[in-house]
């Protein structure tokens, strides 16, 4: 343990780590490195979707590591074209492509926006409008679109053409001039808090949208891929997006992400208009192709799970929580007086890995498939720290 912590001096110290190393999962279940075992209700900040080690995921990928990994985008392959179809009829979309992450996905969506608007339109009309508090990735350009500044400090020149608006105020939107070619949103501020935005709100920003051919980008890469109950949070609310991108949840831990494109902007990237080179190669899309197998059999449990877990935590009448947030199994539980930093290690500690998000939140993104008694043997540690408080 100590030995696997302090190899880790010539990593670069960006992210503050908790001193856990897992050597081993199975289900909703971590192990670390001097046995001690958790319950998992992170999932690698939502990616393991359907927990660790899922016999048929592992075998479907060790199966295509002994075939092929790796060809690169100048050729054909069989789980890409699959995958693709897949996605386009889960989401209602028309076209995919591949990368390998959100802020990259993202980064292809505002490309694909920017060049709509400027077939048609010509120049001066290049501005995304986002949301503050909202998150959209740690490259240049997601970062200008990202909607707090705790992340802006020290990077400028960020790219330009991004205006950030208050979410659920439609009229700052509608305000907007000329210039503005696409507002691009998540339904629910993931890292900023677990913020539900209202159901209203996004269906009027998507009705402003139309009415001024803006582009309706959902960012959906923490809320897609089933975590919400919906494969993508806005088939829950009545809205068609033009595009959206996704990546945590689709491949089960494996690097893949990307963005689908609808009706309006199909037909607008063409080729050499964007790439990437192991984007979407044969592992990470056989991976995706099971998770989706596997999440078919578990999306209509998500809701019940989540509101499962809502309540009992409401039940649980604790002082120091002000509100739980929550939509399928994306939960956020705002506290009071005490730092959620502080509870994740206490948590950490007794045996449940949770994350955090904003200022005050502890959030919950349990793999999907979660079964009822560790989802009870998670509460139940949950419970006993907060009542030691
Ligand atoms: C995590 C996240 C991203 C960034 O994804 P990376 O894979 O870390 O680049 C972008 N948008 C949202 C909503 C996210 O939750």
Redesign the pocket.
């Known amino acids: 343990m100590n030995n696997i912590i302090s190899n880790y001096q010539h990593v670069l110290p960006t992210y503050g780590r908790y001193p856990v190393a897992f050597v081993k999962g199975a289900g909703s279940r971590l192990w670390d490195s001097d046995g001690k075992e958790y319950v998992d209700f992170a999932s690698g900040?939502?990616t393991n979707s359907v927990g660790h080690s899922h016999p048929r995921w592992v075998k479907a990928v060790a199966g295509q590591l002994e075939l092929l990994a790796h060809t690169s985008n100048l050729f054909y392959t069989q789980p890409g074209g699959l995958l693709a179809q897949k996605l386009c009829q889960l989401s209602g979309l028309e076209g995919v492509f591949f990368g390998n992450?959100?802020?990259?996905?993202?980064e292809g969506m505002i490309k694909a926006a920017r060049k709509y608007s400027r077939d048609k339109y010509g120049q001066g009309r290049a501005t995304i409008i986002t949301l503050e508090n909202s998150?959209?990735?740690?490259t240049i350009t997601?970062l200008a679109a990202t909607g707090q500044d705790k992340f802006h400090q020290h990077f400028h020149p960020f790219t330009e053409g991004f205006k950030h608006v208050a979410a659920g105020d439609i009229s700052q939107l509608e305000a907007q001039g000329e210039d503005v070619c696409a507002v691009m949103i998540?339904t629910i501020q993931?890292?900023g808090g677990v913020n539900v935005l209202p159901p209203e709100y996004i269906q009027a920003v998507a009705r402003l949208c139309q009415t001024r051919d803006w582009l309706l980008l959902i960012?959906e890469?923490?809320?897609g891929m089933g975590r919400t109950g919906y494969w993508f949070s806005y088939q829950g609310l009545g809205v068609l997006p033009d595009a959206i991108?996704f990546?945590?949840g689709i491949a089960g831990g494996l690097p893949l992400?990307g963005f689908l494109l609808g009706k309006k902007l199909h037909g607008v990237l063409n080729p050499g208009d964007h790439g990437s080179t192991y984007g979407g190669n044969l592992i990470c899309c056989t991976a995706a192709l099971a998770v989706i197998d596997i999440l078919e059999g578990e999306l209509p449990n998500v809701e019940a799970k989540g509101e499962y877990i809502r309540s009992q935590i409401a039940a649980m009448n604790l002082p120091q929580v002000v509100a739980i947030r929550a939509r399928g199994l994306m939960l956020g539980i705002q506290l009071k007086d005490i730092a959620p930093a502080e509870i994740n290690q206490q948590l950490l500690n007794s045996g449940l890995v949770a994350l955090t998000a904003g200022a005050d939140v502890l959030r919950f993104l349990p793999p999907l498939n979660i079964s009822t008694e560790d989802i009870d043997s998670g509460l139940a540690i949950f419970k006993a720290v907060m009542s030691k408080l």
């Open positions: 900040i939502g992450s959100g802020a990259e996905a993202n998150f959209h990735g740690r997601t998540e993931g890292e960012d890469v923490q809320t991108s990546a945590k992400g």
